[in-house]
């Protein structure tokens, strides 16, 4: 399975674990000049900004061993760019990371979510 496929099938089930699980999904793959941000969801009262990282297999480490510091900041500057587009203030937000372990025929066999991953970092 290619790299671009992986992920998108990834973005794909992490999607529907969300809104099984009670997420409201806003938005799907946020682009700005700083970066991309998978998922916007909410929470209950949370708005919550979506990673969503796949791998066939642990032979380049976990999918969250993935999100660095770098993509971190990213994430960061992002999510602040979507908050003043959207005027969003005086809003509880998370960044949240969705690992997804798929076999090599793409099928679904792990799927973890990491709540509150991360803070906003400058």
């Given amino acids: 399975m290619q790299h671009l496929q992986t992920g998108k099938l990834g973005e794909t089930f992490a999607l529907a674990w969300l809104k099984n699980n009670g997420y409201q999904v806003l938005q799907t793959n946020y682009h700005c000049r ?35 510091i770098s993509k971190q900041k990213k994430m960061s500057q992002t999510a602040l760019t979507y908050l003043n587009e959207h005027q969003i203030t005086n809003q509880d937000c998370r960044f949240d990371v969705i690992a997804v372990l798929l076999s090599n025929n793409g099928s679904l066999r792990k799927i973890e979510l990491i709540s509150d991953a991360f803070n906003f970092i400058e």
Avoid: M
């Fill in 34 to 68: 700083w970066g991309e941000i998978d998922l916007i969801a909410q929470s209950g009262s949370v708005l919550v900004f979506v990673e969503v990282k796949t791998r066939c297999g642990n032979g380049f480490g976990t999918p969250q061993a993935a999100v660095t």
